[in-house]
């Protein structure tokens, strides 16, 4: 089972708060999510959003895609380790932990996944700064705990080696571009296709010159969505 958990898009990223307002971070973040979930419902794998977000519920309803509901909207960790919980009872084999960020995911990076896992162990898909952890499949689905941040990388390789299984470690170069910074919308817009987060980053001048140069000043936002 594939499992993305999407905390209140509401509140979506903060990070971007010195370039975007947060109508703009809240149409990104549903624009990435829909580019993922497009992409998981290509694959042939049961999905489960961990959520409780309005926009996100809406989405698997019309994906047909399963709900876990995250009432305490506290983490992705704390989203993750319950919907862990539940799988793990209804006896679910395995699970691929996918955040709701990475839109440039394609079908191939998901089978790619699979077909390098272990019948017992692990598959982990570092971030593009080697710090995050942006895939982590799990069979058994709770064969370590995941801790997701920043620095998540280090300390899931540490844990998943710990069980003494073997651990797959893959460069998937869409997977590993997650869009937290003005730079990774940057590589958003530059990367090929048309995605409705790309779209939509293009729509607000990023990737161009002179949309970069005037991305902040004086510490204010300068780019913001059209209202």
Do not use: W
């Not at 593009?128 to 995941?146: E, Q």
């Not at 920043?150 to 069980?163: E, G, I, M, W």
């Amino acid at each position: 089972m594939i499992l993305i958990p999407v905390k209140n898009l509401a509140h979506a990223k903060q990070r971007l708060s010195a370039v975007l307002d947060q109508s703009a971070r809240t149409e990104l973040a549903r624009a990435m999510l829909s580019d993922v979930l497009d992409t998981v419902s290509k694959c042939g794998v049961e999905v489960a959003l961990v959520t409780s977000d309005p926009f996100a519920l809406e989405l698997a309803a019309q994906h047909g895609f399963e709900v876990i509901r995250d009432h305490a909207n506290r983490s992705e960790t704390d989203a993750i380790e319950m919907a862990t919980r539940v799988c793990a009872e209804r006896g679910v084999e395995r699970t691929l932990v996918i955040p709701a960020d990475i839109p440039l995911i394609e079908s191939d990076d998901v089978r790619m996944i699979y077909d390098r896992a272990p019948a017992r162990g692990s598959v982990l898909v570092p971030a593009a700064d080697k710090r995050g952890t942006n895939a982590i499949l799990r069979s058994p689905a709770a064969l370590f705990p995941l801790r997701f941040g920043n620095d998540s990388f280090v300390p899931h390789h540490a844990a998943a080696r710990a069980t003494n299984n073997p651990c797959v470690v893959l460069s998937l170069p869409r997977v590993a571009l997650d869009i937290d910074t003005p730079e990774d919308l940057r590589e958003l817009v530059r990367a090929p296709g048309e995605k409705r987060s790309q779209m939509f980053a293009r729509k607000l001048g990023f990737g161009q010159v002179e949309a970069l140069k005037s991305a902040s000043v004086d510490g204010h936002p300068s780019v913001t969505a059209n209202s």
